[in-house]
């Protein structure tokens, strides 16, 4: 005698395939990719406003999430509201699955904003930036110009700066349109002057010089010693700026440094922030951890220093500071989909930027 087979009813088949898909796509987006958009210029004009990419996990290994009571598929709120996704209950010590490769100098990679305290390590906001310097590597800014360890580092071709242009009639949209120079990258310093600051690249601003309606261009370099109150480390707000900055060593695991007031100045907001102590003070450029003073100090995990490929148009390492590793998710990979918010229908795609690998 044959057993009749029990049926779903269409309710509980649909309600399955969703769950399988949920977990389906929550182990995907943990261990192998996951989707990011570009959502300001600060790497213009390497990647777009509207670029969607994937980012690699297993270059850099998987991380174990730090914070496991989560809502799957979210990120700090709950979709449309300002409730939190998560629990912090529970946190977890940092670990990380064998990868295929480490953080190399040059990779444009996504992280979690280092400096946004009021979240785990795992779910600050995402950002994206290129890491030009590793553990090891010492960073130094001349005039706009990077350096590491005392050679010119690698420019990214299409890397931007800010200018100042003068021209002898007004600009249109258009005009500058034709240049690759979208609106949200250039403003009106004088109206009466013609005066303009614009946002671009090296090749852009030789064309540019060649067009009868410009009359003068020049870039817009911070002179050196010329501070920036919100540059990092604080204790030199008065010395550097984003254009002449440094050098400033990057600290690596089991690098030992000894604590002199220099480095003090440098190093005691890391040490303070990411190293997992307690308590740490510093007195009269002395500092103490855990109550006692502190002569050396042996790092525990590396850092690396980020930096936009749109120079004066990215906050970066040289405002916040060093990015610890256990706060980077992955390698910026490839892109599958861009659109300009300027355009419309068929015209809002990017097509020659489909399926583009990351530089």
Do not use: C
Not at 118 to 134: C, E, F, H
């Amino acid at each position: 005698m044959s057993q009749s087979k029990y049926k779903k009813s269409a309710t509980r088949e649909w309600v399955d395939a969703l769950v399988f898909a949920v977990v389906a796509a929550s182990l995907i987006r943990w261990l192998l990719l996951e989707p990011f958009t570009i959502p300001t210029a600060s790497m213009e004009k390497s990647l777009l406003v509207g670029d969607f990419l994937f980012v690699s996990k297993m270059h850099y290994g998987t991380r174990i999430p730090k914070t496991p009571l989560q809502i799957p598929l979210t990120h700090q709120k709950i979709w449309g509201t300002e409730i939190s996704s998560y629990s912090d209950a529970i946190q977890l010590p940092y670990f990380r699955l064998p990868g295929f490769t480490e953080v190399k100098r040059n990779d444009v990679v996504v992280f979690n904003y280092p400096v946004e305290f009021q979240y785990p390590n795992d779910l600050k906001t995402n950002y994206i930036k290129r890491a030009v310097g590793v553990p090891g590597d010492v960073i130094e800014i001349k005039d706009g110009e990077l350096w590491v360890n005392d050679e010119a580092a690698l420019r990214p071709e299409e890397m931007q700066y800010s200018y100042e242009i003068v021209t002898n009639r007004s600009l249109t949209v258009e005009f500058l349109g034709d240049y690759g120079i979208n609106r949200e990258s250039f403003y009106i310093l004088s109206p009466e002057s013609n005066r303009y600051a614009i946002w671009t690249t090296d090749q852009t601003i030789e064309r540019l010089k060649s067009s009868p309606v410009i009359t003068s261009v020049t870039k817009s370099i911070y002179p050196k010693g010329q501070g920036e109150s919100n540059i990092f480390p604080q204790d030199y707000k008065s010395l550097w700026n984003r254009d002449n900055y440094g050098p400033l060593m990057i600290p690596g695991k089991d690098q030992t440094l000894e604590m002199n007031p220099e480095n003090v100045k440098k190093y005691a907001f890391t040490i303070e922030k990411y190293e997992g102590h307690e308590k740490v003070e510093v007195r009269d450029d002395v500092l103490f951890i855990d109550g006692k003073q502190v002569d050396q100090y042996t790092f525990k995990q590396n850092y690396y220093f980020m930096m936009g490929d749109n120079r004066h148009d990215s906050l970066d390492s040289r405002y916040w500071g060093f990015v610890p590793e256990d706060h980077v998710v992955g390698k910026a990979w490839f892109l599958w989909l861009s659109l300009d918010k300027y355009e419309s229908m068929f015209s809002k795609i990017r097509w020659s930027r489909f399926f583009k690998g990351i530089e």
